[in-house]
C-alpha cells in the first residue's frame, strides 16, 4: 500500500524557519508531481508548491521568495523548506502525489501542522 510519511512539522516564532519531509515508494515518486498544499481553519486546501519528476517547480504567490521545494531521488522524498516564517502561515500542511496521467489515483500525507507563533 502507497503511502505518504511526513514529518518536521511544529511551533516556530515568526520569522523563524522550519522544513518538512515527505516520504514515499520508489514507485510514486519517480513519475508523479509531488507538492505540498495547507489548510488553515476555515479556509479551503490550497496548493503552497509543487515539484515534477523532471524538477520544474512553482509556487503559490504568498510564499515565492520565502519556501523552496526540492525532492533527493535517492530517498524518495520531497522537502518544503520554510524560511521568514509568518502568522498566516500557520496551516496543517499535506504532502500530495500527482498522478502523471488519467487512470492512476493520487495520494494524500496525513497531515503535519504548523504553528507560527510568538
Known amino acids: 500500500q502507497v503511502q505518504l510519511v511526513e514529518s518536521g512539522g511544529g511551533l516556530v516564532q515568526p520569522g523563524g524557519s522550519l522544513r518538512l519531509s515527505c516520504a514515499t515508494s520508489r514507485s510514486i515518486f519517480s513519475i508523479y508531481t509531488m507538492g505540498w498544499y495547507r489548510q488553515a481553519p476555515g479556509k479551503q486546501r490550497e496548493l503552497v508548491a509543487a515539484?515534477?519528476?523532471?524538477?520544474?517547480?512553482r509556487y503559490a504567490d504568498s510564499v515565492k521568495g520565502r519556501f523552496i521545494i526540492s525532492r533527493d531521488n535517492a530517498k524518495n522524498t520531497v522537502y518544503l523548506q520554510m524560511n521568514s516564517l509568518k502568522p498566516e502561515d500557520t496551516a496543517v500542511y499535506y504532502c500530495?502525489?500527482?498522478?502523471?496521467?488519467?487512470?492512476?489515483?493520487?495520494?494524500w500525507g496525513q497531515g503535519t501542522q504548523v504553528t507560527v507563533s510568538s
Open positions: 515539484i515534477t519528476s523532471g524538477g520544474s517547480t
Open positions: 500530495n502525489g500527482d498522478p502523471p496521467r488519467v487512470g492512476l489515483r493520487g495520494y
